[in-house]
């Protein structure tokens, strides 16, 4: 595992870690990038990086299983950097993994993090957090083996003008205070940087001052987000499209296909996001158990 030549510094991984409430976590089915705020944890016994997420979305590591290079940039590390690496999606006891994510937790550090996830937990020890939130608890594990890390100079993010022909009303807009590009390389590693400067032409392109070599058509997503310090509230967009390069060279252009959104800042939120949660975590399970004979 290389950084610049040099041995990776394991404790600072960690402490990258438990600095970071949310890490963007890209993956990649072939050349389409997809990427989603995700926490990290940090297994010490087997010096590796683990995300989850509810079956309900299970779409955010699904991808993992069919192409396990993925990048994770910790943009609230002490110094910036993306982590290559290669995941492995775990999902034979979702219980199991739920008392194992809750082992992670207990093991972090006192932290805004730490203690957002705490009372979640002890939401979920009474009957009313069983009946609205079991589904949450249960959890798909992606450990992370860490390959090499690339550092950032920069990972401070600008802002996201008001885009009506996308559905981005001023209020959504002004929200956001990540936003962040991510292809995939010519060795097919999705790679994510920092977007510094946005600026929308026509309807349906936005332009990008960002530092990323790209090819005319690439496919590309651009993920918007914002969360609290212990992620009680929180809100993303993620834009999936192709970029092309513009203005000589020194810039890039963005043009949105398609995106998908998720908000949990209010109380008719998080009803939506319960009533959501428990209806895909049942087609979750009937794909799972495959179609009856």
Same mark, same amino acid.
């Given at each position: 595992m290389n950084q610049d030549g040099a041995s990776l510094d394991r404790d600072r991984l960690q402490r990258a870690v438990h600095d970071s409430p949310a890490a963007e976590v890209a993956t990649a089915a072939g050349d389409r990038p997809r990427t989603y705020p995700l926490t990290p944890f940090y297994d010490p016994d087997r010096e590796s990086v683990v995300v989850t997420s509810p079956p309900a979305y299970a779409g955010k590591v699904d991808t993992v299983r069919e192409n396990p290079r993925l990048s994770?940039?910790?943009?609230? %590390?002490?110094?910036?950097?993306?982590?290559?690496?290669?995941? $492995?999606?775990?999902?034979? #006891? !979702?219980? %199991?993994?739920?008392?194992?994510?809750? #082992?992670?937790?207990? %093991?972090?550090?006192? @932290?805004?993090? &730490?203690?957002?996830? $705490?009372? $979640?937990? @002890?939401?979920? #020890? @009474? &009957?009313?957090?069983?009946?609205?939130?079991?589904?949450?608890? !249960?959890?798909l594990v992606v450990e992370v083996e860490p390959v090499r890390v690339e550092p950032l100079a920069n990972a401070t993010a600008g802002s996201l003008p008001a885009w009506p022909e996308q559905g981005v009303d001023a209020g959504e807009a002004a929200s956001y205070d990540r936003l962040a590009l991510t292809v995939v390389d010519a060795d097919g590693w999705p790679t994510t940087r920092t977007v510094r400067d946005v600026e929308h032409r026509g309807a349906d392109a936005v332009v990008l001052d960002t530092p990323l070599a790209v090819e005319d058509g690439q496919p590309a997503s651009l993920l918007c987000h914002w969360h609290t310090p212990d992620l009680s509230k929180l809100g993303q967009r993620l834009f999936r499209g192709r970029v092309s390069t513009a203005e000589g060279g020194t810039r890039v252009r963005f043009e949105p296909g398609s995106s998908t959104s998720m908000r949990n800042a209010t109380r008719l939120d998080r009803l939506r996001f319960i009533w959501t949660g428990k209806r895909r975590t049942r087609a979750y399970f009937r794909q799972q158990d495959g179609p009856e004979e």
């Amino acid at each position: 595992m290389n950084q610049d030549g040099a041995s990776l510094d394991r404790d600072r991984l960690q402490r990258a870690v438990h600095d970071s409430p949310a890490a963007e976590v890209a993956t990649a089915a072939g050349d389409r990038p997809r990427t989603y705020p995700l926490t990290p944890f940090y297994d010490p016994d087997r010096e590796s990086v683990v995300v989850t997420s509810p079956p309900a979305y299970a779409g955010k590591v699904d991808t993992v299983r069919e192409n396990p290079r993925l990048s994770v940039l910790f943009y609230g %590390a002490e110094e910036p950097f993306v982590l290559y690496g290669r995941g $492995t999606v775990h999902d034979d #006891d !979702l219980e %199991a993994n739920a008392e194992y994510v809750q #082992d992670l937790i207990r %093991a972090e550090p006192p @932290s805004e993090k &730490r203690e957002g996830f $705490t009372k $979640t937990s @002890s939401l979920l #020890d @009474s &009957r009313v957090g069983r009946f609205l939130f079991g589904w949450y608890a !249960l959890r798909l594990v992606v450990e992370v083996e860490p390959v090499r890390v690339e550092p950032l100079a920069n990972a401070t993010a600008g802002s996201l003008p008001a885009w009506p022909e996308q559905g981005v009303d001023a209020g959504e807009a002004a929200s956001y205070d990540r936003l962040a590009l991510t292809v995939v390389d010519a060795d097919g590693w999705p790679t994510t940087r920092t977007v510094r400067d946005v600026e929308h032409r026509g309807a349906d392109a936005v332009v990008l001052d960002t530092p990323l070599a790209v090819e005319d058509g690439q496919p590309a997503s651009l993920l918007c987000h914002w969360h609290t310090p212990d992620l009680s509230k929180l809100g993303q967009r993620l834009f999936r499209g192709r970029v092309s390069t513009a203005e000589g060279g020194t810039r890039v252009r963005f043009e949105p296909g398609s995106s998908t959104s998720m908000r949990n800042a209010t109380r008719l939120d998080r009803l939506r996001f319960i009533w959501t949660g428990k209806r895909r975590t049942r087609a979750y399970f009937r794909q799972q158990d495959g179609p009856e004979e």
